[in-house]
T-cell receptor, first 108, second 115 residues
Framework: QKEVEQDPGPLSVPEGAIVSLNCTYS??????FMWYRQYSRKGPELLMY????GNKEDGRFTAQVDKSSKYISLFIRDSQPSDSATYLC????????FGAGTRLTVKP | DSGVTQTPKHLITATGQRVTLRCSPR?????VYWYQQSLDQGLQFLIQ???????AKGNILERFSAQQFPDLHSELNLSSLELGDSALYFC??????????????FGAGTRLSVL
C-alpha cells in the first residue's frame, strides 16, 4: 500500500463547476499537508499548505484536512479553464511524500 | 517565480552522451532535491542534498550522480544516456533537510531529449 493515494483521474468538468480533489494517506505521523498545481511541462507550484484538521480558504480554493480519517481534499469553486492542470497532494512527516497527481480539465 | 533556478531549460543530446543539469536553490534554502518526471508520469524522487551532504536517495540509477557545492547550488550528472532517460528533471529546494516543515519549492525544470 502506498503511503499517499491519489486518484489520477482524468477529471473533466464544465466551467463554473465545483471541483473536489482528494487524497488518502496511511501514516498518521504526517503533519503538514500541501497541494501543488502543475501545468503541462512546468514545475509544480505550491498552492496551499495546512497543518491542522479543518478548512483553509484562499480565494476560490479550500483545503480540507481530516486527520481522523487520514483524508485531505482540495475544493475549487467557480472553476475556470485556467485551472486545467495536474494537482498533486503532498504531505510531510520528516520528508515529503507526493500523491500521483490528478489531471483536471475545465471545459469552457 | 519560486526562486529556484534551473539551467538549461532544454537539452537535446544523443544516446551514450553525458549531460549536467544545474540548480540554484532559493536564497536561504539548504536542501536541494532532484526529481524525474517522464511523460504523463508522476514525480520520481531521485536524490536529496542538505548543506552539501547527501541526505536521501530514491530511485536514482547508477549512471546518475549529483552533488551540492559550498555555495549550495547543485548539479545532476547523467551519463551513458539512453532513450528512456528523456524526461523533465525538476529541482526543488527547502529551508531544512529533516524538519516537519520541509515544504519544497520547485524550479521550472530541464527538459532532456535523448535522440
Amino acid at each position: 500500500q502506498k503511503e499517499v493515494e491519489q486518484d489520477p483521474g482524468p477529471l473533466s468538468v464544465p466551467e463554473g463547476a465545483i471541483v473536489s480533489l482528494n487524497c488518502t494517506y496511511s501514516n498518521s505521523a504526517f503533519q503538514y499537508f500541501m497541494w501543488y498545481r502543475q501545468y503541462s511541462r512546468k514545475g509544480p507550484e505550491l498552492l496551499m499548505y495546512t497543518y491542522s484538521s479543518g478548512n483553509k480558504e484562499d480565494g476560490r480554493f479550500t483545503a480540507q484536512v481530516d486527520k481522523s480519517s487520514k483524508y485531505i481534499s482540495l475544493f475549487i469553486r467557480d472553476s475556470q479553464p485556467s485551472d486545467s492542470a495536474t494537482y498533486l497532494c503532498a504531505m510531510i512527516k520528516n520528508d515529503m511524500r507526493f500523491g500521483a497527481g490528478t489531471r483536471l480539465t475545465v471545459k469552457p | 517565480d519560486s526562486g529556484v533556478t534551473q539551467t538549461p531549460k532544454h537539452l537535446i543530446t544523443a544516446t551514450g552522451q553525458r549531460v549536467t543539469l544545474r540548480c540554484s536553490p532559493r536564497s536561504g534554502d539548504l536542501s536541494v532535491y532532484w526529481y524525474q518526471q517522464s511523460l504523463d508520469q508522476g514525480l520520481q524522487f531521485l536524490i536529496q542534498y542538505y548543506n552539501g551532504e547527501e541526505r536521501a536517495k530514491g530511485n536514482i540509477l547508477e549512471r546518475f550522480s549529483a552533488q551540492q557545492f559550498p555555495d549550495l547550488h547543485s548539479e545532476l550528472n547523467l551519463s551513458s544516456l539512453e532513450l528512456g532517460d528523456s524526461a523533465l528533471y525538476f529541482c526543488a529546494s527547502s529551508v531544512a533537510g529533516g524538519s516537519t516543515k520541509n515544504i519544497q519549492y520547485f524550479g521550472a525544470g530541464t527538459r532532456l531529449s535523448v535522440l
